[in-house]
């Protein structure tokens, strides 16, 4: 069992950055697939980012060149760098763990202001 809890959202304006952590109760070494999803108002959560244990990764178009993710399994602990944030960016961020995925966090709020 994992358990993913996230940090680091919160409000910022339109141009700006912030990190988004992820910490597993559990060892993600083992898991392949670690990600991000977000989920706007009225709308399906969507993939931003994910990132296999030998460091592959695939992005969103949204995001791509914007948001960079990264996993240290060391720490247990998967990040996603938000570089350029927009409007659109506005959502409630989960973590993710496995190809399911089959783990979710409680969700982080992230806001961009215009």
């Known amino acids: 069992q994992v358990q993913l809890v996230e940090s680091g959202g919160g409000l910022v304006q339109t141009g700006g950055s912030l990190r988004l952590s992820c910490a597993a109760s559990g060892s993600i070494f083992s898991i392949n697939v670690v990600g991000w999803y977000r989920q706007a108002p009225g709308k399906q959560r969507e993939l931003v980012a994910r990132?296999?244990?030998?460091?592959?990764?695939i992005y969103a178009d949204s995001v791509k060149g914007r948001f960079t993710i990264s996993r240290d399994n060391a720490k247990n602990t998967v990040y996603l760098q938000m570089d350029s944030l927009k409007p659109e960016d506005t959502a409630v961020y989960y973590c993710s763990a496995g190809y399911g995925p089959d783990y979710w966090g409680q969700g982080t709020q992230v806001t961009v202001s215009s």
């Open positions: 990132i296999t244990r030998s460091g592959y990764t």
